[in-house]
């Protein structure tokens, strides 16, 4: 379906496609080359962290650092259950058992008070999200990780440029991952990376992502041997893609000044909408709004999506609790007991957002939802 205002587009300009060619017209280096560097080093000084390695996608990252942790068979990480999927699967890749914790109502993050219920001798990781671009209580959730001497490791997908008081999200944990899939802050069409600070780590991700080979120089322009000594997958980014990155990293903060103010256009016209929950995250908390997720009373959500849907006006729900999804219910056998995650995941609707998102989208979006609550509040009359 062909959308009058879709739920994301990608924000793009002559700068990207330069970058892009030139790395084509390179002839060489397609896969590994010097952009991925150059990509790694702006990424690390953006975010004030020692170390980053790119990878393939968000998902290869979660796995790959799990991994270079040695987290496996017998260990327990705690996550959300109100995230994407992927989230909680990086556990099962390494073996290990996600235990599923409840949200707070301010951020959608993990609740610290719940994730301290959770832990058991054999909890290794603290693993939240920082839900659409908002920044979640990473700093209880750091007290409660330094108390029982456990690992915390920040799922950024969302993030990029979120911070907390000036700290950027993804600094604050051991390790963080980071996606660049196209409806990120800035996208490489599919793409991800780890941060961290640790030396060890880096480097034993450097194996993780290219088949546990030895590496010291590109391995397609040398003749020299390369001795594998590890486990390793081919998680790789490749040298378009990071050309790409780089060209998108550049005009990140005009692409969060714009985001910013759709959001607060949308939040004006929406917030006097009686029923409505706009997002309302603390002020010290700067939220980047890679998505823009409203509150609508459950009897009346999904009927709101289908009237916009009816005109034109892509809306989903982010997320579905995954403890819920067919997999970890019937398969995996997970019974568990979330009840805000259970709450606001049947209230929750994501509306269009992106950097171009013009003023007068916003309108019609605002109008149309008026126009149905309206309508719903005069037929329960």
Not at 140 to 167: C, F, P, Q
Not at 212 to 229: A, I, K, Q, W
Not at 299 to 312: E, M, N, T, V
Not at 322 to 339: A, G, Q, R
Request: aromatic fraction near 10%.
């Amino acid at each position: 379906m062909e959308w009058r205002i879709p739920l994301f587009k990608i924000h793009w300009d002559e700068d990207d496609i330069s970058a892009v060619n030139k790395a084509i017209r390179r002839g060489m280096s397609w896969a590994i080359g010097p952009e991925v560097a150059q990509f790694e080093e702006k990424l690390s000084e953006y975010l004030n962290v020692k170390y980053c390695l790119t990878f393939n996608s968000g998902t290869s990252a979660l796995h790959a650092i799990l991994m270079a942790y040695g987290i496996g068979p017998g260990d327990e990480v705690i996550v959300p259950s109100f995230t994407f999927i992927a989230t909680a699967n990086a556990a099962l890749f390494v073996g290990a058992r996600p235990v599923f914790a409840d949200i707070e109502e301010e951020t959608y993050g993990l609740n610290p008070k719940d994730v301290e219920r959770k832990i058991t001798p054999k909890t290794r990781v603290i693993l939240p999200i920082h839900y659409g671009g908002c920044p979640c209580l990473i700093g209880e959730l750091k007290e409660v990780a330094h108390r029982h001497n456990l690992l915390l490791i920040e799922d950024a997908a969302e993030s990029l440029g979120a911070d907390i008081n000036g700290t950027k999200v993804g600094s604050i944990g051991d390790a963080a991952i980071l996606s660049f899939c196209q409806s990120k802050i800035i996208t490489t069409g599919e793409g991800g990376a780890v941060v961290t600070n640790s030396r060890d780590i880096y480097e034993k991700l450097k194996l993780i992502r290219s088949h546990g080979r030895l590496e010291d120089s590109n391995y397609f322009s040398s003749t020299e041997y390369m001795d594998y000594v590890a486990l390793g997958y081919n998680f790789r980014m490749s040298n378009i893609t990071a050309s790409l990155g780089l060209a998108q990293l550049d005009k990140i903060n005009e692409v969060v000044g714009m985001r910013r103010r759709n959001a607060q256009l949308l939040n004006l016209k929406l917030s006097h909408i009686k029923g409505i929950v706009t997002p309302n995250p603390p002020g010290d908390l700067y939220h980047v709004y890679q998505m823009y997720s409203i509150r609508v009373p459950g009897h009346l959500r999904d009927r709101l999506k289908q009237y916009l849907a009816d005109g034109g006006i892509m809306s989903k729900v982010f997320f579905y609790p995954i403890h819920n999804t067919h997999f970890y219910k019937n398969e995996l056998k997970y019974d568990c007991v979330l009840p805000v995650t259970e709450m606001v995941s049947k209230q929750v609707l994501t509306l269009p957002m992106y950097p171009s998102l013009s003023e007068e989208e916003i309108t019609i979006i605002s109008r149309h939802i008026a126009d149905y609550l309206s309508s719903a509040r005069l037929d329960e009359s």
